[in-house]
């Protein structure tokens, strides 16, 4: 399996995804999995602007996406895949696409937001979602940046 990294951050591309994360990875291709995005030209040309030359960056809805992750998986290039929620990475885990670790990187806070760890916020949806891919066994991690120490979902007071 080539999929370096699966990771939950709403900003998606931004300075640490490409200054720490891919470089740390040894990624050579970004897919982004988030409807929104997918359904906004301006924002998925930002993303791949964002995107250092010689990387390509990739933008699908749920659907598309599920599916080319899949194909991904299956590939030897090493691929860095990036989503807004961990309620898409439940949708992949259900289609079949398994990846032992889900990072959690950035959730901002809001309403209906419980802070969980530093800048990492989450609604009652992606708490359930995060415990049902720990139950079918993916590892969910709070972790914003590469060199952070890890600290396990599982051991986090919900």
């Known amino acids: ?85 961990p309620l898409t990475a439940v949708h992949l885990r259900e289609a079949g696409v398994e990846f032992p670790l889900l990072n959690v990187g950035g959730i901002g806070a809001g309403p209906g937001r419980k802070p969980l760890y530093r800048n990492i916020s989450a609604s009652p949806e992606e708490i359930a979602a995060m415990r049902r891919l720990e139950e079918m066994g993916t590892k969910v991690e709070l972790r914003i940046v590469e060199n952070d120490r890890p600290v396990q979902f599982a051991s986090v007071k919900v």
């Open 1 to 85: 399996m080539t999929l370096k990294l699966v990771r939950v951050d709403d900003r998606l591309i931004h300075g640490q995804v490409v200054a720490i994360w891919l470089k740390a990875l040894g990624a050579r291709r970004i897919v982004v999995v988030d409807d929104r995005t997918a359904n906004d030209e301006f924002l998925r040309e930002i993303l791949v602007l964002a995107a250092p030359p010689g990387v390509p960056v990739e933008v699908h809805g749920l659907e598309t996406g599920t599916e080319r992750v899949r194909e991904l998986a299956a590939d030897p290039e090493p691929v860095f895949v990036l989503m807004r929620s």
